[in-house]
């Protein structure tokens, strides 16, 4: 005997009702490592720059360039890593890197980070992985 399709509803509806969902599994949450700063005389390094780039997929001279806008200080790139011509508190690092990854790479739908970027014309647009959304991109960098 075939079962009803209510009957297959019902029994689908109460499997998923007992299925739990933990925030911070594998279950595509992302989380951005926090920069491991290191002071080199008036300098600041941000040491795991390739680790935090890799996360978030994104490129380094976008991190450097955007760090170098809003601290108002020269930057270079050596070794994978940022190094900004001034001594910055890991605090204030930390808020611009959360700055950063909320404008050029938080979806503003769905709040993922499973995102990429995409230039038309002269827009840049954050098209997200996961619900398909784009955005653009409202923050002028050079």
């Not at 951005?32 to 005389?41: A, H, Q, R, S, T």
């Not at 990429?116 to 955005?135: L, N, P, Q």
């Amino acid at each position: 005997m075939i079962p009803k399709y209510e009957d297959m509803l019902d029994e689908v509806y109460e499997k998923l009702s007992k299925i739990k969902v933990s925030h911070g599994s594998s279950l595509g949450l992302i989380s951005v490592p926090l920069p491991k700063v290191n002071y080199i005389g008036k300098w600041t390094s941000i040491e795991n720059t390739k680790n935090i780039l890799e996360v978030i997929n994104r490129d380094i001279t976008l991190l450097a360039l955007f760090f170098q806008k809003e601290f108002n200080v020269p930057s270079k790139i050596e070794d994978n890593k940022i190094i900004l011509q001034k001594k910055i508190d890991f605090e204030k690092i930390k808020d611009k890197l959360d700055k950063f990854v909320d404008i050029f790479v938080r979806c503003p739908v769905c709040k993922k980070l499973d995102t990429k970027i995409e230039k038309r014309e002269r827009i840049y647009y954050i098209k997200c992985m996961v619900c398909g959304a784009e955005s653009p991109i409202i923050y002028y960098i050079r």
